[in-house]
């Protein structure tokens, strides 16, 4: 049960609720506060899977990292550097070209 309450608290509030409300207008509270708590957990429901993909892509983008930089350990002062300098300095020329004709 929520909030750790048993069944005689539950019966404590259902009686006062009775005696407050009235036979009448006991249903239709109950289907209200029932929405309200159907509508609460499905908000935090929603929020606790967005803070897990969340965390889960901040945990993605950390390893994406780290496999760059051992494949820039592994390539170092290999040819494979050699060719990603070359490709960076065409990328550099192209984009300063773009920006010269703009």
């Known amino acids: ?3 750790d309450t048993g069944i005689f608290e539950w019966l404590i509030i259902f009686v006062i609720a009775l005696l ?3 036979p009448e207008r006991l249903p239709k509270a109950a289907q209200t506060v029932g929405r309200w708590f159907g509508r609460a957990k499905s908000t935090m429901t929603q929020f606790n899977h ?3 993909r ?4 901040e945990d993605l983008k950390k390893r994406v990292a780290e496999h760059e930089r051992m494949i820039k350990e592994q390539a170092s002062g290999t040819e494979l550097e050699a ?4 490709a960076e300095k065409t990328l550099k020329q192209a984009e300063e070209r773009s ?3 703009e």
């Open 99 to 101: 920006q010269s004709k």
């Open 83 to 86: 060719l990603r300098e070359e």
């Open 1 to 3: 049960m929520p909030f």
């Open 20 to 22: 407050v409300l009235g």
């Open 54 to 57: 969340e965390l889960e892509l």
């Open 50 to 52: 967005q803070i897990n």
